[in-house]
Every structure is written in structure tokens, then in C-alpha cells.
């Protein structure tokens, strides 16, 4: 397997391609091809080591992926080889295969693109979670969102109108 692999703290130039061995699929794991994984802010602070998790190194980041199951392991039950399947590893996502947790994995709509899929559960999660499980809202009440021109910010727009919020969304720089 290929995976985009940190050795020292940098930025994403500092990442480098390696080749690796595969990973044994363990007890109630699967092994995932990858097909598209999520490109997110915390990857380039744990790349940096500037985040509050910090995996021994070489890692690849990469927190969430879509693709395929290829292998299943013992004890697995709720996944069959060749299930569409999102990925949330916490890191390992910038290569071609990952193996997971089976709690760690949800089944992918067939009408959910890989693309879609490798960026749904960081932004989507982090806005559910802010607005469903931290807040009091109404529907009808007002929900301010700043910062609404990036990934959690726009998502923020989208799952507060679905919950019946009128939404104002500001974006601005610092030139502003």
C-alpha cells in the first residue's frame, strides 16, 4: 500500500509517499480501500504537531475516508466485503487502504459520491454536535453564523435551516 506519511512536524510539503506493508485485519476490524479522504484543518495541525493528539510518527493523517470494505475480520458483523463505507480513524486516511474499527465506520449511501463521503463526518459532525447536542434552540429563532464561507460554517447554514432556524451567515477577512 502507498500512504502519504509524516516523519517530522511541517506542513503538508513536508509529507512524503511511502510504500508500506499492509496492516493484519484484527478482531472486529475491516480493511477499507480508499477511495477519497477528507482534507481538513485539524490534519494540517497534527501534521505540525500542534494539535491536541499527536500519533508517534511516521503516520499518515488524514481523520475521515470513503471506500470500500475488501476485508472483514473476525467478529464482524454489520459489514460484508464490497459495502460503500465512510471512515472516521482519527488518523491514517492519506492512503490507499485503512483498517478500522467496525465502530468506527458508517455504511455509505449509494447515491453518496466518495467525495462527499471522505468529507461528510468532521464539518457535519462538529455542526450537528455545536447545534443539536450544546444549544437550546427553537425553531424560528435566529442562528448567527460566522465564519459561514468554510467547511463548518457552511454546514452550520445548512443543518440549521433543515432544523427550522432563520440563519444570517457573515463571512468577512481581515482587511474587514
Same mark, same amino acid.
Given at each position: !500500500?502507498?500512504a502519504? !506519511?509524516? +516523519?517530522?512536524?511541517?506542513?503538508?510539503? %513536508?509529507?512524503k509517499?511511502? +510504500?508500506?506493508?499492509?496492516r493484519?485485519? &484484527? $478482531?472486529?476490524?475491516?480493511?477499507?480501500?480508499? =477511495? /477519497?479522504a477528507?482534507?481538513?484543518?485539524?490534519?494540517?495541525?497534527?501534521? /505540525?504537531? $500542534?494539535?491536541?493528539?499527536k500519533?508517534?510518527?511516521?503516520? *499518515?493523517?488524514?481523520?475521515?475516508?470513503?471506500?470500500?470494505?475488501? +476485508?472483514? &475480520?473476525?467478529?464482524?458483523?454489520?459489514? $460484508? =466485503?464490497?459495502?460503500?463505507?465512510?471512515?472516521? #480513524?482519527?488518523?491514517?486516511?492519506? /492512503?490507499?487502504?485503512?483498517?478500522?474499527?467496525?465502530?468506527? #465506520?458508517?455504511?455509505?449511501? *449509494?447515491?453518496?459520491?466518495?467525495?462527499?463521503g471522505? *468529507?461528510?463526518? !468532521?464539518?457535519?459532525?462538529?455542526?450537528?454536535?455545536?447545534? =443539536?447536542?450544546?444549544?437550546?434552540? =427553537?425553531?424560528?429563532?435566529?442562528?448567527?453564523? %460566522?465564519?459561514a464561507?468554510?467547511?463548518?460554517?457552511?454546514t452550520?447554514v445548512?443543518?440549521?435551516?433543515? !432544523?427550522?432556524?432563520?440563519?444570517?451567515? /457573515?463571512?468577512?477577512?481581515?482587511? #474587514?
Amino acid at each position: !500500500m502507498r500512504a502519504m !506519511m509524516s +516523519e517530522t512536524p511541517g506542513g503538508p510539503e %513536508s509529507l512524503k509517499l511511502m +510504500e508500506l506493508p499492509s496492516r493484519p485485519v &484484527g $478482531k472486529g476490524q475491516v480493511r477499507i480501500a480508499v =477511495k /477519497a479522504a477528507g482534507v481538513n484543518f485539524p490534519d494540517t495541525l497534527i501534521i /505540525a504537531d $500542534k494539535y491536541q493528539f499527536k500519533p508517534p510518527r511516521p503516520f *499518515a493523517p488524514g481523520h475521515e475516508v470513503a471506500g470500500d470494505v475488501v +476485508e472483514v &475480520g473476525e467478529g464482524v458483523t454489520d459489514y $460484508k =466485503k464490497g459495502d460503500r463505507v465512510i471512515g472516521m #480513524i482519527g488518523h491514517g486516511g492519506y /492512503a490507499t487502504e485503512v483498517v478500522a474499527d467496525q465502530g468506527s #465506520i458508517l455504511p455509505m449511501p *449509494a447515491n453518496m459520491s466518495y467525495e462527499d463521503g471522505a *468529507a461528510f463526518t !468532521m464539518t457535519y459532525g462538529t455542526s450537528y454536535y455545536a447545534l =443539536k447536542q450544546r444549544s437550546s434552540y =427553537k425553531p424560528g429563532e435566529t442562528l448567527l453564523v %460566522s465564519g459561514a464561507s468554510g467547511g463548518v460554517g457552511l454546514t452550520a447554514v445548512e443543518l440549521g435551516t433543515l !432544523m427550522g432556524l432563520k440563519v444570517i451567515a /457573515a463571512v468577512g477577512s481581515d482587511e #474587514i
